[in-house]
T-cell receptor, first 111, second 115 residues
Framework: TQLLEQSPQFLSIQEGENLTVYCNSSSVFSSLQWYRQEPGEGPVLLVT?????EVKKLKRLTFQFGDARKDSSLHITAAQPGDTGLYLC???????????FGSGTRLLVRP | KAGVTQTPRYLIKTRGQQVTLSCSPI?????VSWYQQTPGQGLQFLFEYFSETQRNKGNFPGRFSGRQFSNSRSEMNVSTLELGDSALYLC??????????????FGPGTRLTVL
């Protein structure tokens, strides 16, 4: 059983569409991170959210941390083919020296 | 500044063999974490090393082990390989412990195939 569940698992959309990816848990995390991984490469950090209710924007990407710090969402506006990749959320639990990763959402943006 | 490097990039082994994977962190980074990535289980934490000491370990059998050298380079070893050990093994480094205040940088991974 994954501690962090992501949905959907797969998403195939047309260029220009909007989408939201969810990361949910029954546990509280001190912070949540979002990564994007492309084929043949390791994950690359996109953003870290640490405060319940926090919203961060990175160009067309909007990240939100739930008020109770148990869930997070990633919203992409007007998706581009360059957004294609595996999106991973990862949570940190107090001073544990490790990150717990979600199951991942594989996104394909068709031109 | 060079990124995290992992060697080899690809490896094919047979059941019962053992394997050693290597990771060179970003210069100045003292924390190295290892992860196993498979399609079914996703990215799972193996262990984290800091200043040659293992500080945390994931839920993997004792066949998985690691070490860190004084120059922060790290190796992980898997003994008595099983088919289920086929995976992408990722190494990540950070200045201190991986956390919301210390960004973790991942290497490209070593793709291990066990036949």
């Amino acid at each position: 059983t994954q501690l962090l569940e992501q949905s959907p698992q797969f998403l195939s959309i047309q260029e220009g569409e909007n989408l939201t990816v969810y990361c949910n848990s029954s546990s509280v995390f001190s912070s949540l991170q979002w990564y994007r991984q492309e084929p043949g490469e390791g994950p690359v950090l996109l953003v870290t959210v640490v405060t319940g209710g926090e919203v961060k924007k990175l160009k067309r990407l909007t990240f939100q941390f739930g008020d109770a710090r148990k869930d997070s969402s990633l919203h992409i506006t007007a998706a581009q083919p360059g957004d294609t990749g595996l999106y991973l959320c990862a949570g940190e639990r107090d001073s544990s020296y490790k990150l717990i990763f979600g199951s991942g959402t594989r996104l394909l943006v068709r031109p | 500044k060079a990124g995290v490097t992992q060697t080899p990039r690809y490896l094919i082994k047979t059941r019962g063999q053992q394997v050693t994977l290597s990771c060179s962190p970003i210069s100045g980074h003292r924390s190295v974490s290892w992860y196993q990535q498979t399609p079914g289980q996703g990215l799972q934490f193996l262990f984290e090393y800091f200043s040659e000491t293992q500080r945390n370990k994931g839920n993997f059998p004792g066949r998985f082990s690691g070490r860190q050298f004084s120059n922060s380079r790290s190796e992980m070893n898997v003994s008595t390989l099983e088919l289920g050990d086929s995976a992408l093994y990722l190494c990540a480094s950070s200045l201190e412990a991986p956390s919301s205040y210390n960004e973790q940088f991942f290497g490209p991974g070593t793709r291990l195939t066990v036949l």
